[in-house]
C-alpha cells in the first residue's frame, strides 16, 4: 500500500528518533503518504501504522486530530481559511463567503470537478496579514481581498 518512496522518506524520518521511538515520526509519516495519495484512507493509516509498529487506532487519532490531514478526498487543490477570532474580525469570514460563492460549495465540500475543496481552519500565526488562507498547507496567502482571492482561484486551475 505505500510506495517504495514513500517507505523511504518514511524511514529517513525515522531515522531522527531513536530505535525504540519510530512513533515519533507518525506526524511526518502522514504528511508524506498525504502529499502522495492526496487523502489519507483507513488502509493508508493502517499501511502507516504497520511501518512505525503502532496500533492502527492510534495513527488515526493522530491523523484525525489535527486538521492538516484529510480523511477524504479534498481536491487537488485544497484551500483552507482561518476563521479564529483575529482572522474573522478582519474580514476572514467575509473571504470565506466570497470563496463558497465562487465555487458553490461549502466548508469541507468539494467542487464536482474535483479541482477545489475547502477547509475551515485555525490560527496560522499571522493574525496581522488577515485574512490568511493555505493551500494545500504548504502555501499561505495573507490580507486576501476578493480580487485577490479571484486571482489566486485563477492560477490555480
Not at 503518504?33 to 487523502?39: I, K, M, S
Not at 465555487?103 to 464536482?112: H, S, Y
Not at 496581522?128 to 479571484?150: F, I, Q, Y
Request: glycine fraction near 8%; proline fraction near 4%; aromatic fraction near 6%.
Amino acid at each position: 500500500m505505500l510506495s517504495e518512496h514513500a517507505k523511504s522518506l518514511i524511514d529517513h524520518e525515522v531515522a531522527k528518533y531513536p530505535a525504540d521511538r519510530r512513533q515519533s515520526a507518525v506526524i511526518a509519516a502522514l504528511a508524506i503518504v498525504q502529499d502522495e495519495n492526496g487523502w489519507l484512507s483507513r488502509e493508508l493509516m493502517e499501511a502507516v501504522a504497520n511501518h512505525l509498529g503502532m496500533a492502527p487506532i492510534a495513527v488515526f487519532e493522530v491523523a484525525s486530530f489535527y486538521e492538516m490531514f484529510n480523511l477524504k478526498p479534498m481536491g487537488r487543490h485544497k484551500l483552507t481559511v482561518c476563521t479564529n477570532l483575529p482572522c474573522m474580525l478582519s474580514g476572514a469570514l467575509d473571504a470565506a463567503e466570497h470563496l463558497k460563492h465562487k465555487l458553490g460549495i461549502g466548508f469541507n465540500e468539494v467542487t464536482p470537478d474535483g479541482r477545489f475543496g475547502l477547509r475551515e481552519g485555525q490560527c496560522f500565526g499571522a493574525c496581522g496579514d488577515a485574512p490568511v488562507l493555505l493551500v494545500n498547507n504548504t502555501r499561505m496567502h495573507c490580507k486576501m481581498s476578493h480580487a485577490d482571492l479571484d486571482k489566486l482561484l485563477e492560477d490555480l486551475e
